[in-house]
């Protein structure tokens, strides 16, 4: 029987899938219905230095083809889930969990950072470059000048497992330059990709969220293509110790297949997470292991990376 175990940096995990930073990872209950799926880890909901209420509901909506959302970061602090991140080291010494953190300004994205260099969290740290919903604040990633000082302060005092959450990038010479920049550091990984930011969705004559005039992330079989795309170009562009998590458009086994088969060591799911609960890693990790069972894979790297071309 394949398995579909894998390995980010040192840390081994039985299953390559996991839940997307926003989705079952507001608070305890929900994280623990995660770590009782079939998913290896979890990552939390994105954390900042105090807890946020986040933008005006309604703020998530579901289509038929996936999602839009301006949640605006709510999240219970960084206290909270870094205790629950110590806790868990206790109660799960044999698994390793994702703390997802940004800060609303440079000097707090510091300040989580060296909260978490100077705790006992031996997990990994996902720092998200990438969120589109917070009014007037830019995607960091976007700004590879910003993204490149901000990289070079944190590595001069971090020690730790890190890895960045990105947003898509839409262009070739936007993939080599980004990549420039993530391969002068010692990053664990990247992840590709955040939502793409600031898309309208309209039911009727209307908008269907209220944050931002209805601007939002969309997520789900949209930004499949989009996902892969950035997955491989950075695939084949960053050194191979910088491993990818691949986001996006995450349905089916073939889905993850194809995010695998473009580089991807871990494979993250948000839309259909929100739509089907944690059920759905145990669906579509079987859906996997169907295909690569009738493919003669027995591990996923027998064929991660090895997309073809014509
Ligand atoms: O990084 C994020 N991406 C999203 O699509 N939404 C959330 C949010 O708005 O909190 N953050």
Known sequence: MP??????????FENCFMNAAGVFCYDRNELEQV???EAGTFVTK????QSRSGNPEPRYHDTALGSINSMGLPNLGFDYYLDYL??????HPDRTFFFSLVGMSTEDTHALLKKVQESDFSGITE???????VPGKPQIAYDLETTE???????????????VKLPPYFDIVHFDQAAAVFNKFPLTFINCINSIGNGLV??????????KNGFGGIGGEYIKPTALANVHAFYKRLNPSIKIIGTGGVLTGQDAFEHILCGASMVQIGTTLHKEGPAAFER????LKAIMDKKGYKTIEDFRGKLKYL
């Open 86 to 91: 110590l806790e868990l080291q206790k109660t």
């Open 3 to 12: 398995t579909t175990k894998t390995k980010i940096g040192n840390f081994e």
């Open 46 to 49: 994105t954390a900042t230095l």
């Open 127 to 133: 720092l998200n470059l990438s969120c589109p919903n």
């Open 149 to 163: 000082k901000l990289l070079t302060d944190i590595f001069s005092y971090f020690k730790k497992p890190l890895g």
């Open 284 to 287: 579509i990790t079987n859906e």
């Open 35 to 37: 770590i009782n799926s």
């Open 202 to 211: 309209i039911e009727d004559e209307s908008v269907v969220i209220k944050p």
